[in-house]
């Protein structure tokens, strides 16, 4: 993957916790911010004689992955619930353990108020049981991800068209408050080709009761992104993909105001802002 330079302020988001610590393991961290929503790339140097790198944050297991020999990387995602405050990062390698204080700085998501079918908003009795099994089926997608890394290159935009709706914006549809928004919201015309924004192998390609027709890429250790409201599908379930072949095309389906493409991300668990990723593994002109 090569070495991305470092944000110039990433010295200010650690505070080290003090601890027995080894100076063979060196822990930086390049992230666009260090709030709720975003995704931090942890870059780990340790001895050539390391062959395993254990990573916990959130109380959740890190799955590092080496990029050279003493390097390795880990994405550590901050979900959009989480609290401010100093959370703990703990980096396993040959042997040592270096513990640092990540500081979680708050942040204020704005409210939008959105006229939708009443069917979205207080769905029918008929309709329970297929939102029963879409919820039971992505409970099981998250927890689905291949052990090795599926990606290689960087990650790409999945269409050219400007993101239209903030990630973490808490909805309010037909005037009863609903989840926050867990995308990025592109608002491209219907029939716009989406493009895989990273090679993986997909898990979900079905229509579902609110996302309507979904597309969901596992690219390994953890990370997902899911594509929502599409008009048709260009993979089916089980197909491996790489960077940049079409997956579908925009549309209107499932829950939705107009034509656009949903990208939601996740990582390891935590809900992330899919611009957030692309700021820490995107193509530099993204």
Same mark, same amino acid.
């Given at each position: 993957?090569?070495?991305?330079?470092?944000?110039?302020?990433?010295?200010?988001?650690?505070? +080290?916790?003090?601890?027995?610590?080894?100076?063979?393991?060196?822990v930086?961290?390049?992230?666009?911010?260090?709030? =709720?929503?975003?995704?931090v790339?942890?870059?780990?140097?340790?001895?050539?004689?390391?062959?395993?790198?254990?990573?916990?944050?959130f109380?959740?297991?890190?799955?590092?992955?080496?990029?050279?020999?003493?390097?390795?990387?880990?994405?550590? /995602?901050?979900?959009?619930?989480?609290? #401010? /405050?100093?959370?703990?990062v703990?980096?396993?390698?040959?042997?040592?353990?270096?513990? &640092?204080?990540?500081?979680?700085? #708050?942040?204020?998501?704005?409210?939008?108020?959105? +006229?939708?079918? #009443?069917?979205?908003?207080?769905?029918?009795p008929?309709?329970?049981? &297929?939102?029963?099994?879409?919820?039971?089926?992505?409970?099981?997608?998250?927890?689905?991800?291949?052990?090795?890394?599926?990606?290689?290159? #960087?990650?790409?935009? =999945?269409?050219?068209?400007?993101?239209?709706?903030?990630?973490?914006?808490?909805?309010?549809?037909?005037?009863?408050? @609903?989840?926050?928004?867990?995308?990025?919201d592109?608002?491209?015309?219907?029939?716009?080709?989406?493009?895989?924004?990273?090679? /993986? &192998?997909?898990?979900?390609?079905?229509?579902?009761?609110?996302?309507?027709?979904t597309?969901?890429?596992?690219?390994?250790?953890?990370?997902?992104?899911?594509?929502?409201?599409?008009?048709?599908?260009?993979?089916?379930?089980?197909? @491996?993909?790489?960077?940049?072949?079409?997956? /579908?095309?925009v549309?209107?389906t499932? &829950?939705?105001?107009?034509?656009? $493409?949903?990208?939601?991300?996740?990582?390891?668990?935590?809900?992330?802002? =899919?611009?957030?990723? $692309?700021?820490?593994?995107?193509?530099?002109?993204?």
């Open positions: 993957m090569g070495t991305r330079p470092l944000i110039a302020c990433a010295a200010v988001l650690w505070s +080290t916790v003090y601890a027995a610590q080894s100076p063979a393991v060196t930086d961290v390049d992230a666009r911010s260090v709030q =709720p929503g975003e995704v790339l942890l870059a780990i140097g340790t001895p050539a004689s390391a062959h395993e790198v254990r990573v916990r944050a109380n959740r297991a890190i799955q590092a992955f080496a990029v050279g020999e003493g390097r390795w990387e880990a994405l550590v /995602g901050i979900d959009l619930d989480v609290k #401010p /405050g100093p959370a703990i703990t980096v396993d390698a040959g042997g040592a353990r270096v513990t &640092r204080e990540l500081a979680v700085k #708050p942040k204020t998501f704005r409210t939008r108020r959105l +006229t939708v079918d #009443p069917d979205f908003v207080t769905p029918p008929s309709a329970e049981a &297929r939102i029963e099994a879409d919820a039971k089926l992505l409970a099981r997608t998250w927890e689905s991800s291949a052990a090795e890394r599926l990606w290689s290159t #960087p990650f790409s935009r =999945p269409v050219t068209d400007p993101a239209n709706s903030a990630f973490g914006t808490r909805s309010i549809f037909n005037g009863l408050p @609903r989840n926050a928004h867990g995308g990025a592109f608002l491209s015309p219907a029939g716009t080709i989406v493009h895989a924004p990273n090679a /993986g &192998r997909i898990l979900v390609a079905r229509d579902l009761y609110y996302s309507g027709n597309v969901v890429i596992d690219h390994g250790l953890g990370l997902f992104s899911m594509f929502a409201h599409l008009s048709a599908f260009d993979v089916h379930e089980g197909d @491996r993909v790489e960077n940049r072949v079409p997956i /579908g095309r549309g209107a499932g &829950r939705v105001t107009g034509p656009h $493409l949903h990208w939601a991300v996740r990582a390891n668990g935590a809900r992330v802002d =899919p611009l957030s990723l $692309l700021a820490v593994l995107g193509k530099r002109d993204e």
